[in-house]
T-cell receptor, first 113, second 115 residues
Framework: GDSVTQMEGPVTLSEEAFLTINCTYT??????LFWYVQYPGEGLQLLLK?????DKGSNKGFEATYRKETTSFHLEKGSVQVSDSAVYFC????????????FGKGTKLSVIP | GAGVSQSPSNKVTEKGKDVELRCDPI?????LYWYRQSLGQGLEFLIY????????KSGLPSDRFSAERTGGSVSTLTIQRTQQEDSAVYLC?????????????FGQGTRLTVV
């Protein structure tokens, strides 16, 4: 079945550091890929998405590129802020007509001043 | 409403009691999902409703779990005879049609603690 593997956390960075959170997936066909973020005490929010190979999703300074050849969708940000402290989830779904999101276990990011 | 609303936000119950968790999806969203988030685990799919179609219940962990969606809007997740392993955050999400195009919008969750 489909699966998503994320780098294990927690990840602790200093403010303005570069962030990478690795995500790889196993799926048949051509899934859509997502990053969700969960800030402390809040629900999951969609951060960015990519629906086909080589697409780049971006939002709030975060980027991720859909790499079919390496089945990856790594999340990056050039300069993190304290307000980026949250848990980040990589997820996939099998095509536009599908409905069941498959999530990774999440990576907790803490950014210190 | 403006977002997915879940109630209660926190629930503490005694082992063996029944609990009901409520989800009010975004107005106009035909798809509704329940997920469970356990400590140290990812999000586990529980059930999916789409319009008037029969729900996909394949993720429900046991027959103590059930869910219904009335009038295509509000949904209730019921856990009967709660066990300590049911302690988790229960998340509801909704989307237009399916989530494949734009993902799904999540509520803040209900934190269930079984003591």
């Amino acid at each position: 079945g489909d699966s998503v593997t994320q780098m294990e956390g927690p990840v602790t960075l200093s403010e303005e550091a570069f962030l990478t959170i690795n995500c790889t997936y196993t799926a048949t066909g051509y899934p859509s890929l997502f990053w969700y973020v969960q800030y402390p005490g809040e629900g999951l929010q969609l951060l960015l998405k990519a629906t086909k190979a080589d697409d780049k999703g971006s939002n709030k300074g975060f980027e991720a590129t859909y790499r079919k050849e390496t089945t990856s969708f790594h999340l990056e940000k050039g300069s993190v802020q304290v307000s980026d402290s949250a848990v980040y989830f990589c997820a996939l779904i099998q095509g536009a007509g599908s409905y069941q999101l498959t999530f990774g276990k999440g990576t907790k990011l803490s950014v210190i001043p | 409403g403006a977002g997915v609303s879940q109630s209660p936000s926190n629930k503490v119950t005694e082992k063996g009691k029944d609990v009901e968790l409520r989800c009010d999806p975004i107005s106009g969203h035909t798809a509704l999902y329940w997920y469970r988030q356990s400590l140290g685990q990812g999000l586990e799919f529980l059930i999916y409703f789409q319009g008037n179609s029969a729900p996909d219940k394949s993720g429900l962990p046991s027959d103590r779990f059930s869910a219904e969606r009335t009038g295509g809007s509000v949904s209730t997740l019921t856990i009967q005879r709660t066990q300590q392993e049911d302690s988790a955050v229960y998340l509801c999400a909704s989307s237009l049609k399916s989530a494949g195009g734009s993902g799904a919008f999540f509520g803040q969750g209900t934190r269930l603690t079984v003591v």
